[in-house]
């Protein structure tokens, strides 16, 4: 969890980055990385995932690992969050 003090587009912009360079780095050591590339569909269909939520009401970016969908695990946070 880090508390970052600019503005959204930056945090998104950073996150962004620091993902394609993982995603090169695996497919470097010959993990495919292909069934990333669907777009929203990603989301529901790959599991095992690292992923990010931003807040923006509290500017805090949330980082973790599931080994379920995307979607599953951020259902699970908003539920939390209520």
């Known amino acids: 969890m880090y508390d970052l003090p600019y503005p959204r587009h930056r945090v998104l912009r950073k996150l962004w980055k620091s993902a394609l360079e993982v995603r090169q780095t695996l497919e470097g050591a010959g993990r495919d990385q292909s069934m990333l590339d669907k777009g929203l569909d990603a989301l529901t269909s790959v599991e095992g995932v690292i992923y990010a939520?931003?807040?923006?009401?509290?500017?805090?970016?949330?980082?973790?690992?599931?080994?379920?969908?995307?979607?599953?695990?951020?259902?699970?946070?908003?539920?939390?969050?209520?």
């Open 53 to 82: 939520i931003y807040c923006i009401r509290s500017r805090m970016l949330y980082v973790g690992q599931t080994y379920f969908s995307a979607i599953h695990r951020y259902k699970q946070h908003v539920v939390a969050a209520r």
